[in-house]
């Protein structure tokens, strides 16, 4: 029995010890945020945040997050309520099939919490390690410069 | 492999059977335009209206589209599917235009064989020209018949009544809703060919941008996808494959797998294998252990990468002639002649293939993100031996996928699976490395030029040979479904066929637009290959149109004529004059590369010589040491007819020009005798942020009134193109091997 605190609330688990988060999240906790993309850490579908730092679900045991802050997409708003990112990306129109956007806002979600000001070239490197396969980056990159610019903080 | 070839004359092409190839095109009376679709009337749809607009050719029937009654109030149907493209919110943008609703009022289905119109695939950026165009009539027609009710029933002229939100409204303050006029109105009745019209510029939905429906519920974790959902008691699938074409299973230790936690089966049928668990996580374990422990021959040899090229010209093949017109043997005072070559790519989709099947009472429900629920539906019917009505395939979004990925290959596994669990909704989604290693590639291809130009700077011959495997082994039979090869009773697929011109298969735009009197081109059509190959966007677009760009560059310094100028004197087609001037002019034309390293590059292509046009300038630098490529600008033009959504169009654009640049820079699937090595993103790299280009400008030119042309693939040519002239510029030298710029090739030129 492991304890996983997501999106503010602790959570009883009865899982497998070496599950992956990822798989934590999506079926002992019904969110559909992260997403299985690679298994590898290569792609960043799966994004989530620990603490303070953006981690890929999908490598990091679910044991390992245990006693730590998890949040997840669905922590930062609703489609009804959006959070200030979420809002930017509906309003940039920043997704076309949008399998990874949850990963992209959560990323970009810890750049935003931890640099004041962050410059393109940060953005730019910051947002790597997530794939887009449709193309929208030109699009995630504006909205995330949209919350930048507005200087609220989500 | 043997050489053996044979000539096939053109009428012998796919999907000619119907004997509709090209067919009269009208949105608005008066706006006709000749037409083929032939990726859509073939696969699994028949023709049985030509005279009809869009695909009410094929689904002629009013109710086929639209439905009115009080449970439901306006419920619009399309055989088209969403696939991150933003159609679904296009589509209802016209239909609620032209029934004068709002959006919201409607209910809008997409593909399900159960209820939707069979229009086959939603691929080839057909699904404006096809849906919307059928959506766009259709809509009308029923409004009409609306109003006649209405003023039938209120004896008053059909003249004197309007329409507003979904209320019919008549002289002396009288009004109906369009539930109320629907009563007396039979919508089971075949559309008519005209439509009533309606001037483009009091148009409120269409040619603006309405937000999308699908955005608000994919940034916030919404149940978007097949991958999300989840079924009463729903088991989780893996599969476990071959380590190749071609192996068969020697033996495996099936209780040692059933024995583990929380697995409930080993599927095996054959050399077809799959656990199923109570959890995902279990059934992964399982999957990892059945891959420790099962044992296979060998399989089908594969051949080295470097080989490719070559080897397309060795292996079994039919040879197709596209052109053959004027004097093409004629000398030519001066010529380009060039060999350019394209390795296999991957459609790469983020999210691997997934479907969940249910098998209850007889009926087998496949939810899936198949790109044709209807041709999935036949090959699946055939591959488990039930009759058609016993099985019904529902889409549900997915990843992107960008043609034929293995959609179809995992809902072909979930049902497989479903059917060894009877009254269990199963969840199967393949692994990254599954994905990669059994998607259909898009074709490697040999494009070979010989062109010639007069002494007046006019285009005397364009010669063209080029080499590909099939662009579309699309499910026609059970065969074409992947896992049946593996079945213990296996399927074989159909025989190759190409997509008939002028839509064209590894031969689309292969012919110029440009004007050129002589000209003989060829097309050999390899049928035996080792990769299965299928359609991936713009199939042989992206690498002809990038020959064909490389060589009028060619041309025109030859000529001693600016490239953008010598386009223009060999182009008479005004739209296309007009995206290429649109170009030249915002990217401040001509415009010196900014010094050593640095280049532009400008290229041109109407999709298809049918569909969307797009012209586009590209100014990028190169870093020798490192090998980056920076893109510093893109700027575009595009013509796709009557422009439905703006911001929708501007979106593709984008998508395109960024696609395509990882297409044509980086990717190339990797293998040697050893097998594939490409299983992973770091054996398959793709574009990421910090290579993005700087700065991109989009200009759209409207024809209002004109066709919908469709707007996801036109890019991909022309920015493939502009790339490679940017990049001749800036190395000079001219790269014909795609991708130009995979790590390390700065020490490899």
Redesign the interface.
């Known amino acids: 029995m492991i304890t996983l605190n997501v999106n503010g609330k602790d959570h009883q688990l009865d ?2 010890p070496d ?2 988060l990822l ?1 934590a999240l ?2 002992h906790l ?4 992260a ?6 850490g ?2 960043g ?1 799966c994004t989530v945040m620990v603490g303070d730092k953006p981690v890929f679900s999908c490598l990091l045991p679910a044991e390992a997050a245990s006693g730590k802050a998890v949040r ?3 922590g ?5 309520k ?1 959070g200030t990112l ?1 809002k930017a ?2 309003e940039q ?10 990963g992209m ?1 959560m990323r970009a979600q810890a750049l935003i919490e931890e640099v004041a000001n962050p410059s393109d070239e940060q ?3 910051h ?13 995630i ?1 504006s909205a995330i410069k949209a919350v930048i610019a507005s200087g609220v903080k989500p | 492999m043997s050489r053996s070839q044979e000539t096939v004359d053109q009428s012998r092409r796919a999907f000619l059977i119907n004997g509709a190839l090209v067919v009269g095109f009208a949105m608005v009376p008066g706006a006709g335009r000749a037409f083929a679709d032939t990726e859509v009337d073939t696969l699994g749809t028949q023709v049985l209206a030509p005279d009809l607009p869009g695909s009410l050719r094929t689904n002629p029937f009013l109710d086929a589209w639209i439905r009115i009654d009080e449970k439901d109030g306006i419920t619009v149907y399309t055989g088209k599917v969403e696939l991150g493209t933003g159609v679904r919110t296009a589509l209802l943008q016209v239909a609620a235009e032209r029934l004068d609703v709002a959006p919201q009022a409607i209910r809008f289905l997409t593909a399900d064989t159960a209820l939707t119109p069979n229009e086959g695939y939603t691929a080839g950026s057909h699904t404006m020209f096809d849906s919307g165009t059928a959506l766009f009539n259709a809509a009308a027609q029923v409004r009409q018949l609306l109003l006649e009710s209405a003023a039938r029933q209120w004896a008053q002229p059909v003249e004197a009544l309007s329409t507003r939100d979904a209320v019919v409204h008549g002289r002396d303050g009288r009004s109906m809703t369009y539930v109320q006029a629907v009563a007396g109105v039979q919508l089971h009745r075949y559309a008519s060919k005209d439509s009533p019209p309606k001037p483009a510029d009091s148009f409120t939905l269409i040619g603006h941008s309405l937000p999308r429906l699908d955005i608000p519920a994919k940034v916030s974790g919404g149940a978007s996808y097949v991958q999300d959902m989840r079924l009463p008691g729903m088991l989780h699938a893996r599969v476990i494959r071959p380590p190749r074409r071609g192996s068969r299973l020697l033996d495996i230790d099936q209780a040692a797998i059933e024995q583990m936690s929380g697995v409930i089966k080993l599927v095996r049928d054959g050399s077809y294998l799959a656990v199923v668990a109570e959890d995902e996580w279990q059934a992964i374990k399982a999957m990892r252990k059945g891959y420790e422990l099962a044992r296979w021959s060998d399989g089908d040899p594969i051949p080295d990468s470097r080989d490719i090229h070559q080897l397309l010209t060795e292996l079994p093949a039919r040879r197709y002639p596209i052109t053959n017109k004027g004097t093409p043997d004629a000398p030519a005072p001066h010529g380009w002649k060039s060999r350019v070559t394209k390795q296999y790519l991957m459609h790469g989709s983020i999210g691997p293939s997934c479907s969940v099947a249910w098998f209850k009472e007889g009926l087998l429900t496949v939810w899936t993100h198949t790109q044709g629920v209807y041709p999935l539906r036949a090959g699946i019917a055939e591959m488990l031996g039930l009759p058609m009505a016993q099985v019904r395939c529902i889409h549900v979004e997915g990843s992107g996928c960008y043609g034929h990925n293995g959609a179809d290959d995992a809902a072909a596994d979930a049902a497989l699976i479903a059917m060894a669990m009877p009254g269990k909704p199963v969840r199967l989604q393949w692994m990254r490395e599954q994905e990669n290693l059994w998607e259909p590639y898009s074709s490697a291809m040999r494009v070979e030029l010989d062109v010639g130009l007069d002494d007046s700077g006019r285009l005397q011959r364009w010669n063209t040979e080029l080499w590909t495997t099939p662009h579309n082994e699309r499910i026609v039979n059970a065969g074409r479904l992947m896992p049946a090869w593996l079945l213990a009773r296996p399927f074989a697929p159909a025989p190759s066929v190409p997509i008939a011109q002028p839509e064209g298969d590894g031969d689309r735009n292969v012919v110029p637009l440009y004007d050129v009197a002589s000209s003989r081109i060829n097309m050999t059509f390899v049928t035996q290959m080792p990769f299965r190959t299928s359609a991936m966007r713009s199939l042989g677009a992206h690498i002809n149109v990038f020959a064909i760009e490389s060589a009028m560059d060619q041309l025109a310094v030859q000529a001693g004529v600016d490239p953008v100028q010598f386009r223009l004197q060999n182009l008479s087609d005004p739209r296309a004059r007009a995206v290429i001037e649109k170009v030249a002019k915002a990217f401040n034309w001509p415009q010196k590369a900014a010094g050593p390293g640095s280049g532009i590059g400008f290229a041109f292509a109407r999709y298809k010589n049918i569909m969307g046009y797009c012209a586009i300038a590209v100014q990028l630098h190169v870093q020798r040491q490192t090998g980056d490529v920076i893109i510093d600008r893109v700027v575009t033009a595009v013509d796709v007819g009557q422009i439905v959504t703006p911001d929708g169009l501007r979106n593709q654009v984008e998508g395109g020009i960024v696609q395509s640049a990882s297409w044509t820079l980086y990717e190339q699937v990797d293998y040697d005798a050893g097998g594939v090595r490409s299983y992973d993103w770091s054996g398959y790299p793709i574009i990421r942020f910090p290579a993005l280009p700087k700065q991109v400008e989009v200009h759209l030119i409207d024809q209002p009134g004109q066709a919908f042309l469709g707007a996801a693939e036109i890019v991909q040519g022309p920015m493939a193109a502009a790339l490679g002239n940017a990049m001749s510029e800036a190395l000079g030298k001219r790269l014909q091997a795609l991708p130009l710029a995979r790590k390390g090739w700065q020490q490899r030129i």
Do not use: W
């Open positions: 899982i497998d599950m992956p798989y999506r079926n019904q969110l559909n945020g997403k299985y993309g690679c298994g590898l290569q792609c579908a997840t997409v669905e930062l708003g609703s489609a009804e959006p979420q990306f509906i129109q920043a997704a076309q099939c949008g399998y990874c956007i949850a806002i953005i730019r490197e947002m790597a390690p997530n794939l887009c396969r449709c193309g929208t980056h030109l699009r990159f």
